[in-house]
């Protein structure tokens, strides 16, 4: 997967974490969780947007961290969505998923970046 269909991939991501979060309860709980995992949902794939026009490779693993952190934030929302019963499983599962295998993408990134930064350092 190259940046431009990564870049795709999170913008269609954010889009289904604003659908989530419209899709909780008009409720105390359900406004707060919905403003916290759209921050994190969508700040995920604008962080990826700053980690490619990153000025060096160690810029770019610290932008990546940043995703990283927002995607497991937007996973422990998505839990919390889950164990409170705010919206029907079904509806988190494939959402979850995709939160996951983005999660997974970022972190080989982060590890094949620092491996070679430290490859370069031995050189």
């Not at 974490?17 to 995992?37: D, E, F, H, W, Y």
């Amino acid at each position: 997967m190259n940046a431009a269909e990564l870049k795709k991939r999170m913008q269609l991501f954010a889009i289904r974490i604003i659908k989530l979060a419209s899709s909780l309860p008009n409720n105390v709980a359900g406004r707060t969780i919905g403003n916290q995992i759209i921050r994190s949902g969508t700040s995920s794939g604008a962080n990826y947007r700053a980690a490619c026009i990153a000025k060096s490779d160690k810029d770019f693993v610290n932008k990546l961290k940043i995703v990283e952190e927002e995607l497991d934030e937007t996973l422990y929302w998505m839990e919390l969505i889950m164990e409170a019963q705010l919206v029907r499983k079904e509806i988190l599962n494939d959402l979850m998923l995709e939160n996951e295998e983005l999660l997974k993408i970022i972190i080989s990134s982060i590890n094949t970046t620092k491996n070679r930064l430290s490859q370069n350092s031995k050189s």
